[in-house]
C-alpha cells in the first residue's frame, strides 16, 4: 500500500488485520489503517470494493471474520451498535435514514432519546449547523427536499454527541448546490464540535476541499493512503489506482 503518511498522532480508531464479508462472499481482506482525532477521510475507490462494508464493520452492523477493531484504546470487535453509538460513533447509512410520516422535529426528538444535556439546546444547535431546516421543523419530513433529507439525517446523527462520524454517500443524489450545503455544514459542526469523520464518497473532487485524507480502495483493500488530497484528482493516477 502507498503511503505518505508515517508519523501520525495516537489513533482514536484503527482496524487491525480485518477480513469480513456476507456469508459464503469474502469482501474485506486484512485491512489495517489507523485515524486520529480531528481527521477528515474519505474512502474512494471503485463500485464493490468494500468501502460501505468497512463502514459497517466500524459502525458494528456486521461482525469481522477476522482482525481487530479499536476505539479510543478499547478493543470493540465484538461490541453492540447501540453500545458503539452510547461511546461516541455516529453512523449515517445510505438510505432508510429518516421517518417520513414524522415531523422534523419529532424526527430530531427520537434520535436524541436518552441523550446527554437538553434536547432543545442540542435541536438548535443542529439547526444552526443545518440551517436549512428552521423553517421545517413542524412540517412532515416525508415533504422536504433531497437536501433538506439529507441534513435532517445527517442532523439526526448529531443529536447525539459524537467523536467519530460515519457518512456512506452523504451527497449521493444531490445538486450539486445542495452537496455543497451538506458538506459545508459537516465542515462547520466539525470545527464547533471536533469530531473525526470517515466518508464513502465518489466525487473526489466535490468533497476535496473538506477532506484532510484519501484512503483508496480496490477489490477489497486499501491501496493507496494520501494526505494530499488534491494530488489524486490526476486522471491517470486515479485510473491506476482504481484499475492497475
Aim: some cysteine.
Amino acid at each position: 500500500m502507498e503511503s505518505i503518511s508515517n508519523k501520525r498522532q495516537v489513533s482514536l480508531f484503527s482496524v487491525d488485520s480485518v477480513s469480513a464479508g456476507y456469508r459464503d462472499r469474502p469482501v474485506l481482506h486484512e485491512i489495517g489503517f489507523s485515524v486520529s482525532a480531528g481527521e477528515r477521510v474519505v474512502l474512494i475507490g471503485p463500485n464493490g470494493c468494500g468501502k460501505t462494508t468497512l463502514l459497517k464493520v466500524i459502525a458494528g452492523a456486521l461482525r469481522p471474520e477476522t482482525g481487530r477493531v479499536e476505539f479510543r484504546g478499547t478493543d470493540f470487535t465484538h461490541t453492540a451498535t447501540h453500545v458503539r453509538i452510547q461511546r461516541g460513533i455516529g453512523y449515517l447509512m445510505q438510505s432508510n435514514n429518516i421517518f417520513p410520516s414524522l415531523s422534523v422535529d419529532e424526527n430530531l426528538h427520537l434520535s436524541f432519546w436518552h441523550g446527554n444535556g437538553e434536547y432543545a439546546a442540542r435541536r438548535d444547535w443542529v439547526v444552526h449547523v443545518f440551517p436549512m431546516l428552521k423553517e421545517r421543523l413542524k412540517g412532515r419530513a416525508g415533504l422536504l427536499s433531497g437536501g433538506e433529507r439529507q441534513a435532517l439525517a445527517i442532523g439526526m446523527v448529531l443529536m447525539r454527541p459524537v467523536d467519530l462520524l460515519l457518512l456512506d454517500e452523504p451527497t449521493a443524489g444531490l445538486s450539486p448546490k445542495a452537496a455543497s450545503d451538506i458538506l459545508e455544514a459537516l465542515h462547520r459542526a466539525q470545527r464547533e464540535v471536533s469530531f473525526t469523520s470517515i466518508m464513502v464518497e465518489h466525487n473526489l473532487r466535490l468533497v476535496q476541499p473538506w477532506i484532510t485524507r484519501v484512503l483508496v480502495m480496490n477489490q477489497g483493500r486499501v491501496v493507496a493512503d494520501r494526505d494530499d488530497p488534491a494530488s489524486l484528482l490526476d486522471a491517470e493516477q486515479l485510473q491506476r489506482y482504481y484499475f492497475g
